[in-house]
């Protein structure tokens, strides 16, 4: 018995030891797996198959990066026997793009980006011209619409000097950037056509950007001119943890909108110049809305009762005069009982003021900043009634 009971113990010790060396430690089978694309279960090799698939189906690409949940259509499906054929043989990639095809979509597109960038890194290592120097020459030509005209017509013209002394900002811009100047002097047609291919892909970039996304950051900037001026300074300080972190409206809003952190923060430089573009573009559709002919968007007697409420008030008058983005600033409003109140029951006003409080408040009241900076009405144009 003394015998039987010593062997027990031992029984038990060596079923545990089985036990242990059967069971895999923790996280061993993720270590066999191959490396995952974040946020997802899609493998850098399925989004590479698939990238290939939709590079070679252009038509079929556009279709679904514009309603990604066509690949759960069947008759779509069924009417598209390549795509039919690639996800019968890709049994993976067809269940994460039924399980999330928004997710699916929005993953190859950033795919995609990456690897154009490092085929671009790979191109300008074998290449004099940097990327750098491209970048710099296409918001030149970007910014003097003119000059870029005629300079891809006729590239040779910036070996002619009297052209150049003739274009004082094309002048200045040469002997600011030296590495573009010699560049393109050795051969003006092979660097104006890479700025264009260049100029190409920024704006095949530029549309992975929605007009959502602009519009967001473009109205939360104008409502935030402190944060707005810094950010256009230095667009990298969206990165900066401590930065947003000291702004908390900046960071409330990355928060509330992940589209916009997305892009943002994957290239600031490139969002932000995307931002100015399209808050110049609407600054100008705006001039045309609310110029003149103001009632053309709104009745003459709204444009009117704005114009009398500021008259009555002349505090806040003189305020959004200096400074149009407080009408749209919740805090301000909110410490401003008459305009909230007024808002409140004006809404044609208010929506008009979020759009572009700027080119608003110009058309409604025809604010004038004097050398002091206060308003005053232009003396030529009769009052509104």
Known sequence: MKTIRSAIPSWIAALTLAALICVPPAGAQSQGMPPQDRDSDMTRQQLATFDRFLDSHPELAEQ??????????????????????????????????????????????????????????????????????????????????????????????????????????????????????????????????????????????DRDVTRTELMNMDRFLDSHPEIAEQLRQNPSLVNDKKFVEGHPALQQFLAQHPGVREEYQENPNQFMRQEQSFDRRQGAGMRGNFGMHADQDMNRGEVSSFNEFLEKHNNIATELSKNPSLATNEEYVENHPALRDYLKANPKVREGLNQNPQAFLKSSQGFEVSPKGTPKLPAAEPKLK
Not at 65 to 86: G, S
Not at 121 to 149: Q, Y
């Open 64 to 205: 679904l990066r514009k309603d990604p949940t066509l690949v759960n259509n069947e008759e779509f499906v069924e009417n598209h026997r390549e795509l039919q054929q690639y996800l019968q043989q890709h049994p993976e990639v067809r269940e994460e793009l039924q399980h999330n095809p928004n997710a699916v979509l929005h993953q190859e597109q950033r795919y995609e980006r990456r690897e154009d960038r490092e085929r671009d890194r790979d191109r300008d290592r074998n290449n004099d011209i940097t990327r750098g120097e491209l970048s710099n020459m296409d918001r030149f030509l970007d910014s003097h619409p003119e000059i870029a005209e005629q300079l891809r017509q006729n590239p040779s013209l910036v070996n002619d000097k009297k052209f150049v002394e003739g274009h004082p900002a094309l002048q200045q811009f040469l002997a600011q950037h030296p590495g573009v100047r010699e560049e393109m002097k050795e051969n003006p047609s092979t660097f104006m056509a890479r700025e264009q291919r260049f100029d190409q892909r920024e704006n095949m970039r």
